[in-house]
């Protein structure tokens, strides 16, 4: 059986000299899963039906090359593992007493590290800090510091010894964590910045461990996302540059798949892989070495592909040794909570009013009594059918284990969260044939963007006040509010207070700072109310509690001139969603 054809292979030579009786070639297979999202069995839980890749098939792969290389395959995941199935959501939150599966699927696949995830810390101390007791082989996260000790909290590193070569693997986490979670969740850490946190691991490692081979396993995207004084969201490419000693890194976060050279300031190549999510590819890596008859490398060659596993078969053990957590798990998800008259839908929401988001805006507004509610569409293609509603279509109402929160902001304020929304999500018409989303054609293996050129996740509606966005004018310009939805009016100088996800409440997306122009620091001073529990955890209650429900949108704000808009939306939700 084989598996898909590598993208791109790299090899990245030191020192050529010709093989010797007298030495010695080893050649190790690196493994990397990244981002796998709760993705561990072959049944989408939120879906109810069977799915492709997951760690059912990984596992199938890694068993193939540890029947042809042995103890020579090493095997990471990095991170983001806590959140996204409904295994993890019932892993640590319905049943946190049992052990956590994410611990246990790692363990029985004999994983030999792995880093934290910002997903990961989502979850807070109390999963967190159980789940790393419980997973076997080192977790790591060098830049992850304890602020009482001054230590990582973690790992910083790891050194696996495979046939006389000893491989140092280095794991770092994005340090943008404050942007997104209160600090309850991850009280008593700080999170370095990852190049300066590199170099000074690199020292100690060639000072200290002397090894023959460097991993970097970074849970950041390759460039890009937030940029501050302090640090970089996404740093992986800049690191491989700046901090020599590397041979490979291995990196994700960002979801999108990346196979490529780096030179970094000594003019040396390192091979970069992303292997993007949900276990349907893995990164793997072949490192050649030729070791003299004292044991010193003379020559190293890195081969860097990403493999699909999404269409291998199942390793039916694997499936077998859970499957009593995939029966308690079905069992959860499969139970009724109530009822739906219509089926919503997300794609809705990108091209004016939804049922679907104005359903999560009417919890949130009731919920808190604020004057305003912001959301999101957080999964970029999805629906609630029609009739009974499961408990697995929460995971498609609500994605994320969010908080409810609640800010104190004044109008202007609001208005300039919105245009800062509205110019990552509308592009600007000049005539009735332009595009009236802000689309781009580079992006089709982002998991995150799809056909936009920015994070869905971060075009906010408003309800609770009506408003008209005109797609002619300029950024900044775009959005007019009208009135408060009761009719009061709205006022730019008055406080208001506005119902958000803890995401966004955070920080997240930077709408709040670089939007409406909240100095970061503010922000903890605005919050006037946490929910105690996640959002789903609510909405279930909601539906729960009505039985049966029939969500409809508002219509308290329209994009215009309408002559444009309106050909201008049916052309693109074209484009994007197809006939």
């Known amino acids: 059986m084989k598996p898909t054809t590598c993208i791109l292979a790299a090899i990245l030579t030191l020192t050529p000299m010709a093989t010797t009786a007298k030495n010695k070639t080893v ?70 007493e049992i052990p956590n599966v994410a611990a246990e699927v790692v363990n029985y696949l004999g994983y030999d590290a792995e880093t934290m995830g910002n997903h ?25 510091v304890d602020t009482h000790t001054g230590k990582p909290y973690v790992k910083p590193y790891t ?66 996302g937030i940029v501050t004084e302090q640090y970089e969201e996404d740093a992986s490419l800049r690191v491989a540059r700046e901090v020599p000693g590397f041979d490979l890194v291995l990196f994700g976060h960002d979801h999108r798949q990346y196979n490529n050279i780096v030179r970094n300031v000594e003019g040396r190549d390192v091979v970069c892989l992303d292997p993007s999510s949900n276990a349907l590819m893995v990164a793997d890596a072949t490192i050649a070495l030729t070791m003299d008859k004292r044991g010193r490398v003379k020559d190293k060659k890195v081969e860097g592909c990403l493999t699909s596993v999404a269409d291998l078969p199942v390793d039916q053990a694997y499936v077998t040794h859970f499957a009593a957590t995939i029966d308690s798990i079905r069992t959860y998800v499969e139970r009724p909570i109530g009822e739906f008259e219509s089926t919503i839908y997300t794609r809705d929401c990108y091209f004016g009013n939804s049922a679907f988001s104005d359903f999560i805006h009417d919890l949130q507004l009731r919920f808190t009594g604020a004057d305003i509610s912001l959301n999101a569409p957080l999964s970029f293609d999805t629906h609630i059918q029609a009739g009974t509603v499961h408990m697995s279509d929460m995971f498609n109402l609500y994605r994320y284990e969010n908080q409810l929160y609640v800010l104190r902001m004044t109008g202007e304020e609001v208005r300039k969260h919105l245009e800062m929304s509205y110019d990552l999500w509308v592009n600007t018409m000049h005539s009735p044939d332009d595009h009236i989303m802000l689309l781009s054609n580079d992006d089709s293996n982002d998991k ?18 009506d408003y008209e966005v005109d797609v ?80 409809q949108a508002h219509h308290n704000w329209r994009f215009v001139p309408e002559e444009w808009t309106i050909p201008a939306i049916a052309r693109d939700r074209q484009i994007i969603f197809g006939k």
């Open 27 to 96: 050649t190790l297979r690196i493994l990397q899963t990244s981002d796998v999202h709760g993705c561990f069995f072959p049944y989408n839980f939120i879906e109810r039906k069977p799915m492709k890749g997951t760690l059912a098939r990984v596992s199938t792969y890694v068993n193939q090359l540890r029947q042809k290389h042995g103890s020579n395959v090493i095997l990471l995941d990095n991170g983001d593992i806590l959140q996204g199935q409904p295994t993890c959501y019932y892993s640590n939150y319905v049943k946190p």
């Open 472 to 551: 002619t004018k300029p950024d900044g310009e775009k959005v007019r509010i009208l009135r408060m939805s009761n009719g009061q009016a709205f006022e730019p100088d008055k406080w208001y207070n506005v119902a958000m996800n803890s995401y966004r409440g955070n920080g997240g997306g930077e709408l709040l700072t670089k939007g409406a122009g909240i100095p970061p620091e503010e922000l903890k001073n605005r919050v006037i109310f946490r929910s105690e529990r996640d959002q789903r955890y609510y909405l279930t209650e909601e539906i729960e509690k009505a039985g049966r429900l029939n969500p």
């Open 448 to 465: 995150q963007r799809f056909r936009f050129k920015n994070l869905a996740f971060n075009f906010d509606s408003a309800c609770g006040i």
């Open 120 to 144: 990961d810390v989502e979850t807070g101390h109390a999963v967190y800090d159980k789940w790393i007791k419980e997973v076997k082989c080192p977790m790591l996260g060098a830049n992850i």
């Open 159 to 224: 050194i696996v010894e495979r046939d006389g070569v000893k491989v140092a693997i280095l794991g770092l986490l994005t340090p943008a964590i404050p942007n997104w979670l209160s600090e309850e969740l991850w009280s008593g850490l700080r999170f370095d910045e990852m190049v300066s946190c590199a170099k000074k691991w690199m020292d100690h490692l060639r000072k200290h461990e002397h090894p023959d081979v460097v991993v970097g396993l970074f849970h950041s995207g390759h460039e890009g």
